[in-house]
C-alpha cells in the first residue's frame, strides 16, 4: 500500500526554466514532509521540508507548497540548472522522529 | 565533519547466506534507520535504533534484525538471504527522536546482491 505517491517517473526541462515536481499522499496523519535529491551511486540528500502547520516554505531555488485538503505537495526549482538533474524523492511522516514514507520518486533532467 | 558512512559499498552473497552491514552516524546524531531501496522504487523502512533499542520497525520479516551500539554506530543483519532481497541498504541518522524536525541524513548505502 502505497502512501506516498509520485505519478510522474521522469521529467524534462530547459535550463533556467521552473522544474516542479509532484508528491500526493493518503495518510492525513501525516505532518511532516522532505525532499531529498539522489544522485547515482549517492544516497539520498535532504532537501527543503515542510510541516502541515505551513502550506509553503522556501529556500533559495527551492520552494515546497503542501495543500493538506488535496492532500498534495509540490517541489518548484525555479531557475533550474543542470546540476539539478538527479531523481527527487517525497517523503512524508506522522510526528516528529517517526518513520518517513517515500515516493518512487521523479528523475529531473535539466536541458542546457 | 563525517558524514553517514556505512560499509560495505558492495557485497555479493548466495541464497541461504547471512549478512551483515555497517553504519556509522553522523556526528552529534544519535538515531539510525535503516531503508531497503529495490530498484526503481523509494526507500522502504526497515527499523529503527535509539538508546541501543529498536524504536520502530516497517513490515519487514524477523530475518532483518539490527544493533546499534554505544557509539551510536549499528548494524544491519540478514538472514537466510532469498533473492529478493538485493537491493541498495541505506543508513540514514539523525537526531534524538523529539529533537529537531526529524531530518534524516543518508550514507551512501551497501548494494547487496543475492545470487
Known amino acids: 500500500d502505497q502512501q506516498v505517491k509520485q505519478n510522474s517517473p521522469s521529467l524534462s526541462v530547459q535550463e533556467g526554466r521552473i522544474s516542479i515536481l509532484n508528491c500526493d499522499y493518503t495518510?492525513?496523519?501525516?505532518?511532516?514532509f522532505l525532499w531529498y535529491k539522489k544522485y547515482p551511486a549517492e544516497g539520498p540528500t535532504f532537501l527543503i521540508s515542510?510541516?502541515?502547520?505551513?502550506d509553503k516554505n522556501e529556500d533559495g531555488r527551492f520552494t515546497v507548497f503542501l495543500n493538506k485538503s488535496a492532500k498534495h505537495l509540490s517541489l518548484h526549482i525555479v531557475p533550474s540548472q543542470p546540476g539539478d538533474s538527479a531523481v527527487y524523492f517525497c517523503?512524508?511522516?506522522?510526528?516528529?522522529?517517526?518513520?518517513?514514507?517515500f515516493g518512487t520518486g521523479t528523475s529531473l533532467t535539466v536541458i542546457p | 565533519d563525517a558524514g553517514v558512512t556505512q560499509s560495505p559499498t558492495h557485497l555479493i552473497k548466495t541464497r541461504g547466506q547471512q549478512v551483515t552491514l555497517r553504519c556509522s552516524p553522523k556526528?552529534?546524531?544519535?538515531?539510525v534507520s535503516w531503508y531497503q531501496q529495490a530498484l526503481g522504487q523509494g526507500p522502504q523502512f526497515i527499523f529503527q535504533?535509539?538508546?541501543?533499542?529498536?524504536?520502530q520497525r516497517g513490515n519487514f520479516p524477523d530475518r532483518f534484525s539490527g544493533h546499534q551500539f554505544p557509539n551510536y554506530s549499528s548494524e544491519l543483519n540478514v538472514n537466510a538471504l532469498l533473492l529478493g532481497d538485493s537491493a541498495l541498504y541505506l543508513c540514514?541518522?539523525?537526531?534524538?527522536?523529539?529533537?529537531?524536525?526529524?531530518?534524516?541524513?543518508f550514507g551512501p548505502g551497501t548494494r547487496l546482491t543475492v545470487t
Open positions: 540514514a541518522s539523525s537526531l534524538t527522536p523529539g529533537q529537531g524536525h526529524g531530518e534524516q541524513y
Open positions: 495518510n492525513s496523519m501525516f505532518d511532516y
Open positions: 515542510i510541516s502541515s502547520i505551513k
Open positions: 517523503a512524508a511522516s506522522a510526528g516528529t522522529g517517526n518513520q518517513f514514507y
Open positions: 556526528s552529534g546524531h544519535d538515531t
Open positions: 535504533y535509539y538508546e541501543e533499542e529498536e524504536r
